[in-house]
């Protein structure tokens, strides 16, 4: 384990790379995420989220998405959750604020993390690790790393049993002094670079392990245990490929001072249908990664509209669809009433839009509906 520690650590940017152009979950589960971030940001602190309700709901939401309560675990009703994060609001209020790569932190910390983790009953069964983690990252996302099984379990070289009972308490404790051994020797802060799961300092680490075991521990992988790629020869990535969806109605399009992601737009059914229909793709194609800030996007949209519609300019369509499949996080108004579809983005920012493509088909049939293609482009 000191040799992959100090290969994670050596080769951390190329780790995260592979992670980005390898991420293996699915557009809800990061709009899930995102949508829970923006909620306790929105909140202040880490006390005041878990006492709001709402967070709650959106937080619980988004553990869903994130695969617990499934198998083994019942994951707690929604009044038993809310309840659970209140009685913790405390114990946050304490850790809120803590980074893991300060250089001085309490001697104690890592006990009361556990301390909190094990007495926080937000899942109905005995392992609890995976579940306080993950609900803690998104009340304390530059402190605590969600962990989970699969791919921290295949770093660690964790077996079944230490995930349970009375082991799990060593079992935390160890992966926390590691990730924060790690946290101390890279430079977090400087890979905060835009990227859809870059999206806090402990989520970095993650993401460093998981792109680890994908470069060094796949099936048919040979390459020396701590040796990394180096400078200049980037470690193999799945190319994102491209994503094509259909939307029924009509787009949302750019026609008045009003913002067209405003609740009070006239077109933001339209918005919500859009993003619904795009996050139903990203679920559908895993392996599609929204496209980062710096790249080069191709956007195609082939209309086809009812029978007797008569449609508004192309450009003005085309400024609707690159505004909502934006990444809306930096945009200046407000986007809450999109709840979790907040989060459904296809590239970073619509100025990454190089190659566009309107077709409009003949009117037919009663309905009207688009076909959307996000690629790509050569850089």
């Known amino acids: 384990m000191t040799d992959r ?48 309700p709402e967070f709650a709901r959106v937080l619980r ?21 809310a309840a659970a994060l209140t009685a913790a609001a405390p114990l946050l209020a304490v850790l809120d604020g803590l980074r893991i790569d300060q250089q001085t932190l ?37 402190l605590v790393p969600p962990i989970d099984r699969e791919w921290i379990g295949r770093f660690f070289s964790l077996h079944a049993p230490e995930w349970q009972g009375h082991q799990q308490r060593a079992t935390f404790l160890r992966l926390f002094r590691a990730y924060r051994d790690v946290a101390t020797q890279v430079d977090l802060d400087a890979e905060l670079t835009g990227q859809p799961w870059r999206t806090g300092l402990a989520k970095l680490l993650d993401n460093g392990v ?9 099936s048919g992988t040979s390459r020396p245990l701590g040796q990394v790629q180096q400078p200049g ?20 399009a750019k026609n008045t001072a009003t913002s067209l992601l405003s609740a009070s737009h006239e077109h933001a059914p339209r918005v919500r249908a859009l993003l619904a229909a795009a996050e139903v793709a990203l679920t559908a194609e895993p392996q599609f990664t929204p496209i980062e800030a710096g790249r ?35 945009r200046g108004v407000s986007v809450d009433h999109l709840g979790a579809l907040a989060g459904v983005w296809l590239f970073h920012n619509d100025r990454q839009i190089k190659q566009l493509k309107w077709v409009e088909d003949t009117p037919t049939g009663p309905e009207s509906s688009y076909v959307v293609t996000v690629r790509l482009l050569p850089a």
């Open 61 to 81: 939401g988004t553990l869903l998405a994130w695969g617990l309560g499934v198998r083994a675990s019942r994951l707690a009703e929604e009044s038993e959750f």
């Open 233 to 252: 020869r980037p470690m193999p990535a799945t190319p994102t490929p491209v994503l094509r969806f259909t939307v029924a109605g009509l787009p949302p």
């Open 210 to 218: 998981i792109g680890y075991c994908k470069a060094e521990l796949a």
């Open 5 to 52: 520690i100090r290969a994670l650590v050596a080769g951390f940017d190329r780790y995260l790379a592979v992670y980005d152009g390898t991420v293996p979950f699915s557009g809800v589960q990061l709009s899930a995420h995102r949508a829970a971030l923006q909620a306790r940001h929105a909140a202040g602190s880490a006390a005041d989220a878990a006492r709001d």
């Open 106 to 142: 309490p001697t104690d910390l890592d006990e009361q993390l556990w301390r909190l983790i094990d007495g926080l009953g937000v899942v109905a069964n005995d392992a609890k690790i995976v579940a306080g983690t993950k609900t803690l990252h998104h009340l304390l996302p530059d």
């Open 296 to 330: 080069r996007v191709a956007l195609e949209v082939r209309m086809r509209l009812a029978a007797g519609i008569e449609g508004w300019d192309a450009t003005n369509y085309l400024g609707g669809i690159g505004d909502v499949l934006e990444d809306k996080s930096c």
